[in-house]
Each structure stands twice: as C-alpha cells, then as structure tokens.
C-alpha cells in the first residue's frame, strides 16, 4: 500500500488479461493511470477541461460521491484511441505507476494549496484528488476484473 492508495490488486494483472469492456490493454491502462497521476502531480499542465465552467460545480458533486466512473467514457482530449505505448513492459509500466504515486504525495506535501487542473473535473485539491484517484482505480481494476464486481 502507498499513502492513500492500495493498487494491490495490480498484482493481479497480466499482459494478457482481456478487459470487460473498453479497448485498453493491461499496460494502456496502467499508462493511463500514470498520465492521470503525472497530471495531479505536477508534471503535466492541463488548462482545458471538457466540462464546460458552468458545469463544473455539478460534475465535481458527482466526482465526490460514491457513484462509479462511468463505462466506455471517452475523454476527448485524450480521444477514443489507443495511444502508444510508453515502457516497453507492462512492469515497466506498472513501475512508473508507482514512482508516479510517490510523487503525487511529495508534490501535495510540498505544495498543499495546489490544484491541478483535470481535465474532466477542472481544479481539484489534495482530498479531491485522492477521492478521483480512488474511484479512477477501482474502475480500471474493475475492467480487468481485479477486484469483485458487485451488482
């Protein structure tokens, strides 16, 4: 476990693995899942978002509650295709996850006012980070079938 996170049930997961549903790949996935840490962390400056401003209030209750990413969900500035890969194992990739989460926690510790721009939700602090970053695990792991699935 890392501060605030338990992406344990990556161990799980095998280059061979066949989502339940999206096009990803085990290590497109985890990729994602570092572009969207590199994004909270510092290292990658969005300023755009998708949700118009008038709407952000509404999508960050959403964000904070307890209802589930949606399935299939296309982010458009991100797009609906694959993007190279970047490592060149999933190991690697999942590797770069974890030294990415590390630094979220140093980036917040070292700047705790900050908010990092995502590009769904707009502006979002420490707390609300971790809340996405939780929620935005769980439905990658729940695509692989990492975690049980409840109904």
């Not at 490592?87 to 590390?102: D, T, Y």
């Amino acid at each position: 476990m890392i501060k605030y996170f338990d992406i344990s049930p990556i161990e799980r997961l095998k280059g061979s693995d066949i989502p339940l549903w999206g096009k990803m790949t085990p290590q497109h996935m985890v990729e994602h899942l570092c572009l969207a840490f590199k994004t909270s962390n510092g290292k990658i400056h969005i300023s755009d978002f998708i949700i118009p401003a008038e709407k952000l209030e509404i999508s960050k209750r959403i964000l904070m509650s307890n209802r589930p990413l949606p399935k299939n969900f296309v982010n458009t500035i991100i797009g609906g295709g694959l993007t190279p890969l970047i490592n060149e194992s999933l190991s690697l990739a999942v590797n770069e996850l974890i030294e990415e989460i590390e630094n979220f926690v140093k980036y917040f510790e070292s700047n705790p006012a900050a908010k990092p721009v995502n590009a769904t939700f707009g502006p979002l602090n420490k707390a609300e980070w971790i809340h996405f970053h939780k929620k935005h695990l769980k439905h990658h792991f729940e695509q692989f079938g990492l975690l049980d699935i409840q109904k």
